[in-house]
C-alpha cells in the first residue's frame, strides 16, 4: 500500500508519513507558497509560551514546527507516530538518537499518549489532527496531559471563506498537490490520501464544538490565508 485511506488506520497514516519524511518539509514549503512558515509563527503567538513554560507540539514530524517555540524561549517536546518523521527530524537538528539541539524527539500516538496527566502548559498540533483516527479522542488526551488554566492551539486546513476563490483551491488540491510532490521527488500517492483528507475535514464552526465537546473552554479560532487554514485555540479548565 502506498497511502492510507480516509478511515485512517495508524499504521497505514504512519507508513505514509515515514515515506515522506525526507521530503516532507520541502513539499510542504513549495505546495503551500512558503505560507506554512507564517503559520507556524501564527500558532506559536497562539501558544503564547515563553521562558520557564513546557509546550508539547504533537504531529510534529521533523520538529519544524517545534522550533517556533524554542525560538520563543520555552521548553518544547516534539511527538510524532511516525519514526520516519523522528529520525528525519533528529538527524536535521544535528542531534544523537532521542534528542535534537536540544529538543526532545518523542514516539508517541495522540489517542493514547505517553505523558503523566497536566504535564504541559501548552499542546499544540499543527495539519495533523485530521490525520488522527479519532479526534475526540486526541483532544480528551490532549486535555489530559495538560495543566489547568493551560492552552491547546490546533492549525488545520480548513473551509475558504471567500467563495469565488473555494474552487480554485479545490482544483488546486485534487490536480496540482500531488503533482508538487511528484516533481520534488515525494510520494505523490501519500499527497492524493492529504488532499482528500483536507476537503473531508469539518468546517471552522465544527471543528469549534468537538473541542469543546472534548472539554475545552473558551474555544475560538482565526482563519488565516481566507480560511485555508484555521488556528482554534482553546483553554483547559482552571
Do not use: C
Not at 131 to 154: K, S
Request: glycine share 8%; charged share 25%.
Amino acid at each position: 500500500m502506498t497511502r492510507a485511506q480516509l478511515d485512517k488506520q495508524p499504521d497505514e497514516v504512519a507508513a505514509m508519513f515515514d515515506r515522506t519524511a525526507r521530503r516532507y518539509d520541502l513539499v510542504n514549503d513549495v505546495a503551500s507558497l512558503w505560507q506554512v512558515r507564517l503559520w507556524r509563527k501564527a500558532v506559536a503567538t497562539a501558544g503564547d509560551a515563553g521562558p520557564g513554560e513546557v509546550v508539547l507540539d504533537l504531529g510534529a514530524g521533523t520538529g519544524t514546527s517545534t522550533d517556533s517555540f524554542t525560538a520563543l524561549g520555552a521548553r518544547a517536546i516534539a511527538s510524532d507516530f511516525s519514526l520516519g518523521m523522528l529520525r528525519t527530524g533528529v538527524q536535521r537538528h544535528g542531534g544523537n538518537s532521542l534528542t535534537g539541539a536540544g529538543i526532545p524527539f518523542v514516539a508517541g500516538d495522540a489517542m493514547r499518549l505517553p505523558f503523566a496527566d497536566d504535564a504541559f502548559d501548552a499542546v499544540t498540533i499543527s495539519v495533523a489532527l485530521r490525520n488522527v483516527q479519532d479526534t475526540g479522542l486526541a483532544l480528551r488526551e490532549m486535555l489530559r496531559v495538560t495543566r489547568p488554566g493551560g492552552r491547546l492551539v490546533i492549525l488545520e486546513f480548513s473551509h475558504v471563506t471567500f467563495a469565488p476563490f473555494d474552487l480554485v483551491y479545490r482544483e488546486y488540491l485534487i490536480k496540482a498537490l500531488p503533482k508538487v510532490a511528484k516533481v520534488f521527488g515525494s510520494n505523490d500517492d501519500s499527497y492524493d490520501y492529504l488532499a482528500e483528507s483536507i476537503r473531508d475535514w469539518p468546517d471552522q464552526p465544527t471543528l469549534a464544538r468537538t473541542i469543546l465537546d472534548a472539554g475545552w473552554e473558551r474555544v475560538a479560532w482565526r482563519n488565516l490565508s481566507l480560511g485555508i487554514v484555521a488556528v482554534h485555540r482553546g483553554f483547559k479548565p482552571a
